[in-house]
């Protein structure tokens, strides 16, 4: 669902669904809903009110800055569910359209830390997914199914941003991890492309999380957008972030030679340097975290993770 990108351009959006959104307090805790993961490793928590998703156009031109028709009124009702059953995910943000994807409803909130701006963004996917749907109307080659679920897919994260180009509507992430392409491999029509970005994830959670800590899919610091950014189910703002930050960029060049050399190990020298100089403190949120796998009513696999 993610993005790839080193800016969003947040100036088309809507008075009337941000009003919706800034009706609550953007302060309130993360850790209302346990925080689940379907087979595929994609983020998801359950719901007791069902919501209801209207047709949406399959197609939609990335020239086009306009929403297509209807699709204002189904963000509004969107933004009004998110605000009266997981106020925690989307309350004081700003809604902004992207025309790339309109299925993802984006949106986001700018804060500050230790004077610092970061950049608060999830994004709502309103895929269709039939065994975990009650389809109320077929969709066809034009339009999306209309369907109601409880399973609310999302991606929320905490980026940092680059302060003096964060304005004018467009937010600017502050990209220091400059690449992630390891290489190559197979032959032929075969050849598939290796990026670096698990390892970077499982380098960075494994530093901050209490040894042994079981956390697959769950990896609370990661590297999306080419930065240093965290999921923020969970946190109230990017405070543990921001301190992540200051401890991890420093050594940046050597973490990235050393995993373009070899896959992640918590034996590397380097990993179990930097673990035993990292403060505790910037594990203690994650100090009762738990992951547990299992099967769901269509037995497929399924992960539970606590906080």
Known sequence: MSRNTSKI?????DDSINRILRAGSPEAPSLSHTCHFNQNEDQFIILGVPLEVPHLPVHHSIE????????????????????????????????????????TPSFYRVVRADGRLYLYHL?????????????IEQGTNSVTHAYRTRHLYFESDFYPLAEAESSGGKMIFDQTIPFTWKGESGEGYMIHGIWMDADINKFFSKLVLPRGKRNHP???????QHCVSMNAFGQTGPELL???????EPAMGEILADLQRA???EQMPLFRK???QIPPELGASWANLSVHAGLNDHDQKEYIVEF
């Open 64 to 103: 086009n800055r306009e929403p297509p028709p209807g699709y204002l009124e189904m963000v509004a009702s969107l933004s009004s569910y998110l605000m009266q059953n997981c106020p925690e995910l989307a309350s004081g943000t700003t809604w902004y359209f992207d025309p790339v994807s309109i299925h």
């Open 9 to 13: 351009d947040v100036t088309r959006t």
């Open 242 to 248: 921001h301190a992540i930050r200051l401890f991890l």
């Open 274 to 276: 930097l673990k035993e």
């Open 123 to 135: 994004l709502v996917d309103l895929a269709c997914r039939p065994l975990e749907s009650e389809i």
């Open 263 to 265: 896959p992640f190990s």
């Open 218 to 224: 769950f990896y609370p610091v990661t590297c999306k």
